[in-house]
């Protein structure tokens, strides 16, 4: 069955960083993002890549301080996390594509993510 489960979240001041983990299984995946939800907030996009790793996207929020890498060996993607701010606050879910088909198409709407992990909460003190 297919699984995404993420790890890595937890409480970091704001100027801080943090790394997050996602371990995805069962089947091939094609892209792979991230999206946050904050209370009382839509679940928004935060980033995504390609299958073959080379072409990153980023919300305009997180331009400059998040890093999102995949190492398809292990089936993880990962979002490197740097000068977090208090408004990073959220659930961030990991989520993937498996219909595309494409080693270079980045899916960016929310409706293309077939798969969702459980979610792993990131919270930054002020």
């Known amino acids: 069955q297919v699984q995404l489960v993420e790890s890595g979240g937890g409480l970091v001041q704001a100027g801080g960083s943090l790394r997050l983990s996602c371990a995805a299984s069962?089947?091939?995946?094609?892209?792979l993002g991230w999206f946050r939800q904050a209370p009382g907030m839509e679940r928004e996009f935060v980033a995504a890549?390609?299958?073959?790793?080379?072409?990153?996207k980023y919300a305009d929020s997180v331009k400059g301080r998040f890093t999102i890498s995949r190492d398809n060996a292990k089936n993880t993607v990962y979002l490197q996390m740097s000068n977090l701010k208090y408004e990073d606050t959220a659930v961030y879910y990991c989520?993937?594509?498996?219909?595309?088909?494409?080693?270079?198409?980045?899916?960016?709407?929310?409706?293309?993510?077939?798969?969702w992990g459980q979610g792993t909460q990131v919270t930054v003190s002020s």
């Open positions: 989520a993937a594509d498996a219909n595309s088909g494409s080693i270079r198409y980045v899916a960016l709407r929310k409706a293309e993510y077939r798969f």
């Open positions: 890549i390609n299958r073959i790793g080379d072409v990153p």
């Open positions: 069962g089947r091939t995946f094609y892209t």
